[in-house]
Nanobody, 115 residues
Framework: QVQLVESGGGLVQAGGSLRLSCTASGSISGIRAMAWYRQDPEKEREFVAGIVGGGDTKYADSVKGRFTISRNKAWTTVSLQMNSLKPEDTSVYYC?????????WGQGTQVTVSS
């Protein structure tokens, strides 16, 4: 069973930066996209950023210009560089890998931005 292991969360002051990484514990075939989501308590999980096979990226309006998603060539790691962080970015961040057969989710990593 392939697992996604996330790292890089933590506490940062407003205006600061964090880099999240998510690595698959094994090979996943048929990957279509890799993405990051975030979820606050009692709220639905929301899309943050995604990257597809051709390298095209998509971002939520709230993070455009501040966050950058990237992946390695082997499609085993997806990262999220977060700059100019705001208190409203505080959330639990989850990575997701979408393959032709199923979705894989990470366990979540807490990001807290203090004002």
């Amino acid at each position: 069973q392939v697992q996604l292991v996330e790292s890089g969360g933590g506490l940062v002051q407003a205006g600061g930066s964090l880099r999240l990484s998510c690595t698959a514990s094994g090979s996943i075939s048929g990957i279509r996209a890799m993405a990051w989501y975030r979820q606050d308590p009692e709220k639905e999980r929301e899309f943050v950023a995604g990257i597809v096979g051709g390298g095209d990226t998509k971002y939520a309006d709230s993070v455009k210009g501040r966050f950058t998603i990237s992946r390695n060539k082997a499609w085993t790691t997806v990262s999220l560089q977060m700059n100019s962080l705001k208190p409203e970015d505080t959330s639990v961040y989850y990575c997701k890998i979408n393959s032709a057969w199923r979705d894989y989710w990470g366990q979540g990593t807490q990001v807290t931005v203090s004002s």
